[in-house]
T-cell receptor
Framework: DVKVTQSSRYLVKRTGEKVFLECVQD?????MFWYRQDPGLGLRLIYF???????EKGDIPEGYSVSREKKERFSLILESASTNQTSMYLC??????????????FGPGTRLLVL | AQKITQTQPGMFVQEKEAVTLDCTYD???????LFWYKQPSSGEMIFLIY??????QNATEGRYSLNFQKARKSANLVISASQLGDSAMYFC?????????????FGSGTRLLVRP
């Protein structure tokens, strides 16, 4: 079974704090993704990574950065959290064979509240 | 323009009945893939079913089937014999073959509530 875990289910932070969201997958997947989910907007891609130390911007990268030092771990960083970053954050991974039918496997999500 | 449109924010269905969740897409690619995911209240997205643009038959996975109408650019999810555990958010997603990032584009979702 593919397992994608996220470090926290719920997180409360103050405006201006630096926030780290960690994601780990145990299936040796090449690709990893960070999405945010907001009501009425579905999931929007923030950043993704095809390989260790590789990263690509998604559709809404502003205000975020990422780090992938090891294959199994993909971190999302909010350098200075703002209230409009209050959201549900979902991490996903996939094999990396770049096939149309390749499934993404998701973690349980982190609900972040920025006060 | 929205690439994936789910026009039903919420739906009710009686237990044991069938329900159809709508999804329309917009792409100029000839090669693309369509996915449906389920998100229970626990938050985790669960992959349900996949349909490729060149697949001649509609995809089926147990009680889930995909009503794929290519000319209409629709990929509706049909759940037969609804169960209480089917209550969840459902997301339609697309991957375009010409997009080298191979990312998934998601719709806004439909919340399904199964009534006992």
């Amino acid at each position: 079974d593919v397992k994608v875990t996220q470090s926290s289910r719920y997180l409360v932070k103050r405006t201006g704090e630096k926030v780290f969201l960690e994601c780990v997958q145990d299936m040796d997947h090449e690709n990893m993704f960070w999405y945010r989910q907001d009501p009425g907007l579905g999931l929007r891609l923030i950043y993704f990574s095809y390989d260790v130390k590789m990263k690509e911007k998604g559709d809404i990268p502003e205000g975020y950065s990422v780090s992938r030092e090891k294959k199994e771990r993909f971190s999302l960083i909010l350098e200075s959290a703002s209230t409009n970053q209050t959201s549900m954050y979902l991490c996903a991974s996939s094999l990396g064979h770049q096939l149309l039918q390749e499934t993404q496997y998701f973690g349980p999500g982190t609900r972040l509240l920025v006060l | 323009a929205q690439k994936i449109t789910q026009t039903q924010p919420g739906m009710f269905v009686q237990e044991k009945e069938a329900v159809t969740l709508d999804c329309t897409y917009d792409t100029s690619d000839q090669s693309y893939g369509l996915f449906w995911y389920k998100q229970p209240s626990s938050g985790e997205m669960i992959f349900l079913i996949y349909q490729g643009s060149y697949d001649e038959q509609n995809a089926t996975e147990g009680r889930y089937s995909l009503n794929f109408q290519k000319a209409r650019k629709s990929a509706n999810l049909v759940i037969s014999a609804s169960q209480l555990g089917d209550s969840a958010m459902y997301f339609c997603a697309m991957r375009e073959g010409m997009d080298s990032s191979y990312k998934l584009i998601f719709g806004s979702g439909t919340r399904l509530l199964v009534r006992p």
